[in-house]
């Protein structure tokens, strides 16, 4: 099965907004076994709407839109693509009772402009949207299957999932299946050398991508079955596991501060920060995690060097002999964090994150870093490349990993 | 002068990785006055490369592509470019000795994959690339101009800066401007009715761009010359922050935390921060910015009860009377973070940031956040929709604005 995506909007080709629509879509298609052959991308034009729609039927069997299916006066995917067939547009009366509930429901009138929202082209198939007002609808262009979808990413998605996938599941030909393994700790090219073979030996295509700082390795199989695709696509993950190591830590939608916390949950443990370079990020991320206060307690960020000595009592003798970014430093500042904050295991990280302040035994990009629990201190140092966001990015990650490797060492 | 962008790799198309190159093109040809017609995006195939090149300056005067130059052999846009147009691919000596001397400064040997990166179809203008291995080329196709840019964004831009734009510049017939200014505080929908009227009184166009929490209002201004559109675009931005008053909190690359740490600084202040359910964000956003060690002293993470009563003082008969999320709570937190941490100002913040523990009485989305001074303590409380991220980061925002109202108000 091969696939298109229409993406119209005059906010899209001003660059005003990210094209997010396009990227999931194409990950979801890929994922289903539908090779994409190309995404289009057209403002709010009568003529480049057809022209558009018309190009990726051609090109494509299944056609997925997204946008100009709202009230106003410059929404008109609708009325384009009912002029590209040569279709009437009639009003769909469920659909208007539909929108009339909706807005009845949120104390909105129901405005004329609204009305358009309930008319699709004769014949056309309606897709019911249960997150908005716009429905969508799905008709035949030259031979390929389009669907017009709503450009609210949280009215696409499920109108997606309940409409394309079923459609492109039922037309494929083989059974797929995949398994998303996310890793952190290697660059691409290495966990690329790594997995040298396996796609090969177990017939099964590895594909990457990048979240600085972490790799996600996919691995998609297509059986004869989706069973027997699922069963070939986790032989080859299991291979991809026994090549990688530690450096896998999760699956499907883990994140890195996911991981350590669901580490620190299973040994009942609890864990506090101390951060200067970072700033709170390492707490942002440990927290980005609903449930994180089974485990983590809180931090101190000691940005200012009187916060260092004052409140996480880091020896000001030792600052003033060895700098705040040093070993020492943020050893003592760990084992501050883990007195002061009363937590099992705590975490420090002091550094130049730049782009200003770096000097030649101290460059920007140097992190020192510790971890402080009942067994001892632990400290490591990254040199970490690019801009400060980088920076910043990859030390609160190896920090983290720092504490992963403590905890699966312990056992 | 009207514009298409093609983004060429296998990559986009199976959305492994986000097109922010799209994005960042549309949004500087816009603002360079072109119309963009179309964003074409194809996989690494010869015959879809050829054909979005030809629809693509069918379609516009300036066609701008990206990718598939690269020396793997998945990197074939130059090959396609030479064939649509019937040219031969002739090596390029001066390019061939910057690959090498490029390679030879990095320590790596020449391979012979990099010796296809030097050549370009006969006739085609050579974009230098000082950022990395992959020149560009620029040449004729149906009388449009087509500008082969390698995908590397940080190599990309500053080939576009050098010879996209002037070659835009030196085809438009008017002058042209831009003010970008940045919001923050009311929805779009409220920013776009009160800036009703100005694009017709002020000859400008009024763009938004949505930077959630943010909103980015773009003055455009079309003239004779360049001087005159700046003119006519300082007028409009006058009018802009008339009409929205402290709304506006800044212009071009400033943000939010930015703006709040510049009052700081201008009013040699220093700040520091108590976060409950923002885990760290707020002290990661003001650190963002290098230099922020000017006004940021340091913060404390109270995420669990004992930190706050421990740490920040907050006193255990109110946190058991009122709850963690509380005004009574937000004050003590924020005066404790005040003395403890030695600023003048700081913030405080506690609420429930979902999904789960939202009650009745406290619902997700609602936040108690206070700011200290030697003045006293104001208390504030939100409720955010949204996520559990977009709630933090509201909260977040909301916060720096308190901060930023205090200091206004105190002049």
């Given at each position: 099965v091969n696939g298109a995506i229409l993406c119209i909007g005059t906010e899209l080709?001003?660059?005003?907004?990210?094209?997010?629509?396009?990227?999931w879509l194409a990950e979801q298609l890929t994922t289903l076994g539908v090779?994409?052959?190309v995404i289009l991308v057209v403002d709010d034009d009568d003529a480049r709407i057809r022209e558009a729609v018309a190009s990726a039927a051609r090109a494509a069997?299944?056609?997925v839109s997204t946008g100009g299916l709202g009230p106003t006066t410059d929404d008109i995917t609708t009325a384009a693509v009912g002029r590209l067939l040569g279709l009437a547009l009639k009003r769909h009366a469920p659909s208007l009772e539909a929108i009339r509930a909706r807005?009845?429901?949120y104390g909105r009138a129901m405005a004329p402009s609204n009305e358009k929202q309930a008319d699709f082209p004769e014949g056309a198939a309606v897709l019911p949207n249960p997150h908005g007002t716009a429905p969508g609808f799905s008709v035949d262009v030259e031979g390929a299957r389009l669907f017009v979808m709503p450009g609210v990413p949280g009215e696409m998605k499920p109108m997606f999932e309940t409409n394309v996938a079923p459609f492109v599941r039922a037309r494929r030909t083989a059974g797929m299946a995949q398994v998303r393994m996310k890793t952190f700790?290697?660059?691409?090219?290495?966990?690329?050398?790594?997995?040298?073979?396996?796609?090969e030996a177990l017939c099964v295509t590895i594909g990457y991508r990048a979240h600085f700082p972490e790799i996600e390795v996919k691995v998609r199989a297509r059986a004869?079955?989706?069973a027997e695709a699922a069963e070939?696509?986790?032989?080859?993950?299991?291979a991809v596991r026994e090549r990688l190591g530690r450096v896998v830590y999760g699956e499907g939608e883990t994140t890195f501060p996911m991981a350590v916390g669901a580490l620190l949950r299973e040994r009942s443990l609890t864990m506090a920060t101390a951060e200067s370079c970072t700033g709170g990020l390492v707490g942002k991320l440990l927290t980005d995690a609903s449930g994180s206060s089974d485990y983590?307690?809180?931090g101190v960020v000691s940005y200012a060097n009187a916060v260092k000595t004052g409140v996480l009592g880091v020896d000001p003798a030792t600052l003033e002999r060895e700098g705040a970014v040093s070993e020492a430093v943020a050893r003592q500042m760990a084992e501050g964090a883990r007195r002061v904050l009363g937590a099992d295991v705590a975490l420090s990280l002091t550094g130049v994150a730049g782009p200003t302040g770096g000097t030649a035994d101290k460059p920007v990009g140097l992190v020192h870093y510790a971890v402080a629990t009942r067994d001892g201190t632990v400290a490591r140092k990254i040199l970490a490349g690019g801009h400060r966001g980088m920076v910043r990015h990859r030390a609160a990650f190896a920090g983290l990993a720092l504490v992963r490797e403590i905890l699966l060492d312990a056992d």
């Open positions: 080709t001003r660059g005003e907004i990210e094209n997010t629509n396009a990227t090779e994409v052959r069997d299944v056609v807005m009845a429901r700790g290697l660059p691409e090219s290495t966990v690329n050398d790594r997995l040298a073979g396996i796609e004869a079955s989706d070939q696509a986790r032989t080859a993950a299991a983590f307690v809180g």
